[in-house]
């Protein structure tokens, strides 16, 4: 992801700043009006929006106002569901978030604690919840390391204007540990493993069911295989295959 330098050098200016300013919140436990006060000032300094006219706690949706919300050029861009600072960040505190977010069409909503930022995208169907894409802390967050930079930069105006955001979940959803544990236990990785273990001893014989049973047993972690996320993958590489073996049917009677 291409952080502008500009960008890049206000994280570097900001960030050590804010950990500060955080620290010594914590150890005082402000209360919820201050810790929000810290985060519209993380929200100008650190993400790059003007907080009189793109920052707005006065956003209303059926009558009730949400804690944040940002706005660029008229459009809602993420609400922010805020929390005093020595609060422990909990699911229940999104739903509010989620039902406001749901009800104006929006994409993504955040959760914060001013140290802690949760960000997630709202998913509509087949059930209304909360897609935690990833989680900042900003006590502990280096900017050596490139997924905390992307991180900041997503949730930046400027990254907000170049859509930044929707490529960072695209990566997410494509390479992460169920996405590879699934594509491990593919059929084709199988006879790859097998090819290249009989190049190692052509008088090794492996079936892909041995293969993959080692695999299952000691490859992938038990946590990933149990995943609900391992298992939509399998079944979403098996409808592809399945629409591929379709199609190439249909090219074969059409030329046939």
Request: glycine share 4%.
């Amino acid at each position: 992801m291409n952080i502008p330098k500009k960008v890049q050098e206000r994280f570097s200016k900001s960030v050590p700043k804010f950990k500060r300013v955080l620290k010594k919140a914590y150890d005082k436990d402000v209360n919820e009006s201050d810790t929000v006060s810290i985060i519209v000032d993380m929200l100008e300094q650190i993400f790059g929006f003007d907080k009189y006219d793109e920052v707005t706690s006065e956003y209303a949706i059926k009558g009730t106002f949400c804690d944040l919300a940002i706005m660029l050029n008229g459009k809602l861009k993420f609400l922010i569901e805020a929390k005093a600072i020595g609060i422990d960040l909990k699911s229940n505190h999104l739903n509010q978030a989620l039902t406001y977010g749901a009800k104006e069409g929006i994409d993504w909503i955040i959760l914060t604690n001013g140290i802690i930022w949760e960000i997630y995208r709202i998913q509509l169907k087949p059930n209304l919840e909360a897609n935690l894409l990833c989680t900042l802390n900003f006590l502990e967050i280096s900017l050596r390391q490139k997924d905390a930079a992307e991180s900041l930069f997503i949730i930046s105006k400027e990254g907000q204007s170049k859509n930044a955001i929707d490529q960072f979940s695209l990566k997410a959803d494509l390479v992460n540990r169920y996405v590879i544990g699934a594509l491990l236990t593919e059929d084709s990785i199988m006879n790859s493993i097998r090819l290249q273990v009989r190049k190692l001893d052509n008088n090794i014989k492996l079936t892909n069911d041995e293969i993959l049973e080692i695999v299952l047993s000691d490859v992938i972690k038990r946590e990933v295989l149990e995943a609900d996320a391992f298992k939509k993958m399998k079944s979403k590489l098996k409808r592809a295959k399945n629409k591929a073996k379709k199609e190439a049917e249909k090219k074969k009677q059409g030329t046939g």
